[in-house]
């Protein structure tokens, strides 16, 4: 199995920009597809974006589409994903998650191994 561990998480006004890392530890970081979640205060976890194991093709949420990019680096077993131009609804844990199956998921069943959540608060 794989253990993730996230960072980067902070405060930012709205307009500003974050950088959120997720490292990966245990079975090769390259056989898995990545993905990244957040949940606000009583909603529901919600998909932001997820990178492809091999191909590296990239999916994303309507709401972040061209404001986040999610990308990762196989020699140091982390998966990123650039927040810019955020909003206070953007205000969520956000988790990574990973899968070694052949189908890029966009639902959070579909992931059998999370982190622990980092903190992301914009402000108005």
């Known amino acids: 199995q794989v253990q993730l561990v996230e960072s980067g998480g902070g405060l930012v006004q709205a307009g500003g920009s974050l950088r959120l890392s997720c490292a990966a530890s245990g079975r090769t970081f390259s056989r898995y597809n990545m993905g990244w979640f957040r949940q606000a205060p009583g909603k529901e976890r919600e998909f932001v974006a997820a990178?492809?194991?091999?191909?590296?093709?990239?999916y994303y949420a309507d709401s972040v589409k061209g404001r986040f990019t999610i990308s990762r680096d196989n020699a140091k077993n982390t998966v990123y994903l650039q927040m810019n131009s955020l909003k206070p609804d953007d205000t969520a844990v956000y988790y990574c998650?990973?899968?070694?199956?052949?189908?890029?998921?966009?639902?959070?069943?579909?992931?059998?191994?999370w982190g622990q959540g980092s903190q992301v608060t914009v402000s108005s």
């Open positions: 998650a990973a899968d070694d199956s052949a189908v890029l998921h966009t639902t959070s069943r579909g992931y059998d191994y």
């Open positions: 990178i492809r194991r091999a191909s590296g093709s990239t």
